[in-house]
């Protein structure tokens, strides 16, 4: 059992190069009559050493290569339009006998492939933008043939035929051909080829469907374990990423029969979700749970070379079509929602959509990259539930993720994000103070802890916990503040997890009230910026190699009333500011600091803000390559995005009227 897409994408490319070896006419026999099979499969990974017995398909080899060196992997825009479904019926004039695959078995084929390319769709976005509809209707098309007996130069002549005939858009529409296997051979599907994708004046897929009867669970038989399912998402995925099926991966072979045991993802439709909602991806099939379809899986971009690819490549659940777009997740706990906002480049915030259904018992949350997928999700800790959910969005911000990790401690008081062991994702860090432990954990591709490991021995008194790349080894520490002992300390990990950099540094003050992070003094590391209120003083403090403090310097004769401080790159200088907020003043500074981490006073008049405002969260709202500041009102139910110039003076500022007064938590993604 295998896909063909590869050998005849080899054979058009051989016929191209050498038509010596493979003429402009193909064979009613196929390409394997010229040209063996294995070759033909392997064509375009064969060495030298091995081609060195054919000069003529060395020297194919060698011109090709040179060719494809200067294209990217992913060359060529994914596939944008409808698949139409053909209802071939052939006509032979030695016998007059027509053969035709049933008309009910080709609607169940549409009714399947109207669920499929929603999944499909999704893991075709982490190669590039594509958009794949289904049409509802059967095309029927006649042709005679001499005999039972065709190729793949017929099958695209007939594409062209029907292309015209129902007078379609080659360049928004794919003909999907399903061959009744046995009853009409195509010489370049034969020998356990299930089907293949090419291109003639549109995109094309032939897949070889297997017996009658089908439903859209393709239900196993003893007999019959596959009908037509895993052959025709198969050729729809590697369709949809490369429609030209010239130089772009063939992004389900690494995970599909060519190169194993194929890797099936399980589907449900539960009723209200816009997108079907992966229930795992097995080798298993039949599996041991109910479902509504599978598809053949498709392997992530890194691992498009391997065959076979990972597991771990393989079986995760769909990142859906990803968005540069600056968008914030907001809890609300009693309506049991997490809503997704986004912003235009004024700042009108808009609802991209409502997520219903949520518990309303998380009591932490805490945003990351944290499966690898390069899209920021969350994790939500249910405390007296003892379990912890990722959870992750598409790009239309419907929940696309949410994996439950069960059998937690009730008992973790704090909860932080950051990028700890430096395997390009994020972890999270939970602190469980009566304990004295912390549990570092990963996640998995589908969300799933992968990483947990304990240290214990901490202190019971720390209150605060934040990350930042405060060493400067790329990665990222905790920070931890112990008010009442007067202490702070540098906690870092290694690429297991473990504790590897833990200085504690006494005498702190004990007076800390804010505690914030940035590269306030621009050496591309972090610092942290606290603030004594009863003092009216700001430290910025900074850290060497070994986590040991390395700068200090005192700011005085601040307000002693500040209630809020943020920190982001607000202003353009490649360094970060704070702003501060006095609720009861109705003002707010903007201030930045020099090398040395003393105060460069931005702007001190901006007054005149409302008195109402709860929390401030900075982030790149506006997509102008800075931070802003994101005001809510909880009471008022207002949001208000804040931006500045590059002298600190507010140059932005737009106020939304009328969002809700119930979030409780709310993150950037
Ligand atoms: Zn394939």
Redo the contacts with the bound molecule.
Sequence with gaps: M?????ALKNARRIQSAAPNVIPAKEPVEGFASLVPLSTLQRFDLMSEAELAAHPDLLAAHRSLCAADLEKARVSSPLFHGTLYFVRMIWFQEANGAQIAVSVGDINIAIQYSTLAVKSISGYAAQYGPNHVDVSQTIITAGFAVTSGVYNDDAVQGWVNQILHDNKLNPSSSCIVMLNPEGQMVNTDAINGVL???GKANCPYIFVNGVSSNWDVADTFTPQIPDHYAIRLS??I??MVVDPDASSNP????PC?P?CGRVWRAYFDTPSGSPVPVLIKATQDHPPSFPYTFFI?AIVQPAHAGDCPASEAACAYAPPGESTNEPRVVLYDRSAGEGDIYGFDSEGKINLVTTNTGWRTSWDLMAAGRFIGNNQKQIVLYDRSAGQADVVGFDGSGRTNLDNTNSGWRTSWNSMIGGDFIGNGRSQILLYDRPAGQADLVGFDNNGKTNLDVTASGWRGSWDTLVAGNFIGNGRQQALLYDRNGGAGAIIGFDNHGKVNLDPTTEGWRTSWDIIVVGDFVGNGKDQILLYDRSAGQADVVGFDAHGKVNLDTTNSGWRTSWNLITAGKLVGNGRSQIVLYDRAAGHADVVGFNSAGLEVNLDTANDGWLTEWDVMLSGQFLRNGRDQILLYDRAGGQIDIVGFDNSGKLNHDLVNFGVRTTWIDLAAL
């Design positions: 295998i896909c063909g897409t590869r089907g293949y994708h198969h050729e995925a590697e063939e992004v389900c072979d599909g060519n053949n």
